[in-house]
Each structure stands twice: as structure tokens, then as C-alpha cells.
């Protein structure tokens, strides 16, 4: 069993950070080999639309994104993790998912294998767990899309300073066991 976590905020330590890690924590007490990717490490254009992926069945774009496909279809199971951000997943996640039309067939089936499983976590500042649900729906959809079958999404509001969240036990609890049940 293979996990890896994305994380899809721009700061290191902080609470998309610390809950993706937590999961893949979860997850390597369940047995999983894990890793993890940052992807404000990662230097990648925007998809192009330019269809060249359909094909070819590759991307034409060689940047960093390259090697991450491979990680994307070995992977049994995915940790994704982005702070909202004035309503919406950062810009460099809505980016990562956008270069996944790479993992498209030209009839719009998937070209991940089957069986794939994700955790969606996603920190936000406001205190109302409900007030960007439609993101994450969407986000849940989007997932569908490519055949993983979500298997929590994990809100955590009201959290503004980094690392906050490790005072909340439920948080840390419940991303420790989302990142278990994913590797079992």
C-alpha cells in the first residue's frame, strides 16, 4: 500500500501541513509506504488545453508535474490537503487538479487505475464548518471524476495562525484515523 500526501498550501508547518502529515502518520500505522509532496516546492505550469495528452497519453509539458503522475497512478490512495483561501483551494492546487486532464482519455474515462482511495482535508479561517462546503463538494466531484472514492473530507475551521491546529485534538484525531482507514 502505497500513500501520498499533497499539500497544497504554501507554508511548511502549517495546518494543511501538519493534518496531511497527520494522515500519512495514520496511514503508516496501518502499514502504507508514504510520501509526501509540497507543491509550492514544485515549479509547473497551468494546463494549456492544448490536447496534446490525448494522443500521446503524456503530458507535453516536462516540468515537475512530470514525475508526479507516475506517483499518481502507483498510489493506492492520495492525502490531499489545501487551505480555503477566499472561498476556493489555493491557486497551485486548482493548478495540480488542472494538469490532471493529462490522466483523461479522449472519451473522458480516467486513465487511474481503479480502486484508488482519497482523504480530502481542507483548514479554513472562518469558524462555520458549512460556509465553503460547496467547495468541497466540488472538489469531492472532481475526484469521482477520476474514479477515487473519497473516503473523508475532513473541514477545520476557524484556524488563522499556523500550526493552531495541533490544539485541537479532534482534528489531529480524526486526520490520524482518515489517513488509517485510507491504508486499511
Known amino acids: 500500500m502505497k500513500v501520498i500526501g499533497i499539500v497544497g498550501s504554501p507554508r511548511k508547518g502549517g495546518n494543511t501541513d501538519i493534518l496531511v502529515k497527520q494522515a500519512l502518520i495514520g496511514a503508516h500505522a496501518a ?11 514544485m515549479v509547473f505550469q497551468d494546463c494549456q488545453g ?14 515537475d508535474m512530470y514525475p508526479v503522475y507516475e506517483d499518481l ?15 476556493q483551494m489555493t491557486g497551485n492546487t486548482k493548478s495540480f487538479i488542472d494538469r490532471w486532464y493529462a490522466l483523461v482519455n479522449p472519451d473522458f474515462t480516467s486513465r487511474l487505475p481503479p480502486g484508488k482511495k482519497v482523504v480530502l ?7 462555520n464548518p458549512a460556509m465553503f462546503e460547496g467547495m468541497a463538494t466540488h472538489f469531492e466531484i472532481t475526484m469521482t471524476f477520476f474514479g477515487l472514492k473519497v473516503t473523508e473530507i475532513i473541514i477545520a475551521p476557524g484556524l488563522l495562525a499556523a500550526g493552531e491546529v495541533q490544539e485541537s485534538e479532534e482534528l489531529m484525531r480524526r486526520a490520524f484515523g ?7
Not at 31 to 41: F, P, R, S, W
Not at 73 to 87: N, R, T
Not at 121 to 127: E, K, L
Open 31 to 41: 502499514g502504507a509506504e508514504t510520501a509526501v509532496i509540497y507543491l509550492n516546492d
Open 121 to 127: 482535508i481542507f483548514p479554513q479561517g472562518d469558524a
Open 178 to 184: 482518515a489517513g488509517k482507514d485510507l491504508a486499511e
Open 73 to 87: 497512478i502507483s498510489a493506492d490512495g492520495l492525502v490531499i490537503g489545501s487551505p480555503v483561501y477566499f472561498g
Open 50 to 63: 492544448c490536447g496534446y495528452c490525448k494522443g500521446t497519453n503524456v503530458c507535453r509539458l516536462k516540468d
